[in-house]
C-alpha cells in the first residue's frame, strides 16, 4: 500500500481493519466485554462480602424501622388479643400535633443544649491540660478517661446516692447554702441528669481530643511562637482548626446520645418530677411499656428517628465548610 493510499480516510479505515485482523490482535469489542466482565466479577465479589452485613442490617435495622412506621397506623385495641385498628395517619397527626409532644421535644433539646456544649469543652480543655509535658501526667490522663469504663448504670446510681435528699453529699453541701432536693426540683432536675451524662461522657470526648491533640504537628505551633503569636492566638487559630473535624465528631455522637439518653432518666428521675425530665425517648419507653399503647409508642420512635437524620445532616451541611482537613 502507498503512502499516499495510507494517508487517505479510505487507507486509514484499510490500516485499522488491517491491524484489527492480525493474529494475536483482539478486536475492540472483545476488549470491553473482557473489561465489563472483569467488572462484573469484581462487584460480586464485593457484594459477596457485604452480604452478611447487609443481612445483618436489614433484619436488625431495616425492617424494624419499616415495621414500626407501619405500626404507627393502627391504634393499639384497649384489651388483649383484640384485633388493632387501621387509622390511616390520623394517629401521625394526633401525636405529633399534641403538646405533650412538642413539650417532650423541647424537653429533648434542652437537654442535648445542656450536655453536648459543655461536654465538648471541657473534653477540649482536659485533653489540652493532659498534653502538656509534665511529670505524672499520665495519672491525670488515666484518671480523666476512667469514666470511659463506666456504664450509665452505675453512674447514675453512684449520683443517685450523692443527690439523695436524707444521705446525699452534694444535698448536704447544698442544704447549708439553702439548696438540695436537686433531683426533686422542677428547675434542677434536667440539668442535674444533664450533669450526669456530661460526667459519664468527658472520657470519651477526652480520649478523642487528646488523640487530636497529639496529631497537632508541633512546627505550626513553633512557628506561631516565632512570630510572636501568644498562647490564646495559638490554642484559637492554629490548635483548634486542626481539632475541628474531632470536635465535629464529637457535635454529632453527643447530639445523636442525648436524644437517646435514656438509663439515667429512668434511675434518677423516671421523667419526674411532674414530667419536667419526661423527654422524647422516656415517653415512647412510657406509651410502649407502661401504657401498652404501641401506635403512640411507633409514632414517637419514627419522629426520633426523622429527627436525629435532619439534625445529623443539617450538622454535616452546616460544618462541612467549617471543618479543617489538614493534609
Known sequence: MSD???????????AQADDVARPGRRPPTAIRRRRLSRSVREASVGYLFLLPALVAFGVFVFYPLVKTA?????????????????????QYRSVLGSSEFRDDLWRSVQFVL???????I???????????????IRIFRTIYSSTVATSTAVASVMFLTLLNPQIGL???????????GLLQSNTWALPSVSVVTIWQNIGFTFILMSAALQAVPDDLLEAARVDGASTWFRFRHVTIPLLSPMIFFAAIVGVIGGFQ???????????????????LIYDLYQQAFQYDNFGSAAVLS??????????TFGQFWYFQRRVFYAN
Request: net charge neutral; charged share 5%.
Open 114 to 120: 445542656f450536655t453536648v456544649p459543655a461536654g465538648v
Open 4 to 14: 499516499h493510499a495510507a494517508d487517505s480516510p479510505g487507507g486509514t479505515a484499510l
Open 170 to 180: 452534694f444535698n448536704y453541701w447544698l442544704g447549708k447554702v439553702g439548696g438540695g
Open 261 to 279: 439518653a435514656f438509663g439515667q432518666i429512668d434511675i434518677l428521675t423516671q421523667g419526674g418530677p411532674s414530667h419536667h425530665t419526661l423527654v
Open 302 to 311: 419514627v419522629s426520633l428517628f426523622v429527627i436525629l437524620l435532619v439534625l
Open 122 to 136: 471541657l473534653g477540649i480543655g482536659l485533653a489540652t491540660l493532659a498534653n502538656q509535658r509534665l511529670a505524672g
Open 70 to 90: 407501619y405500626l404507627g397506623f393502627f391504634t393499639t385495641p384497649p384489651a388483649p388479643n383484640l384485633p388493632a385498628h387501621y387509622v390511616g395517619v390520623s
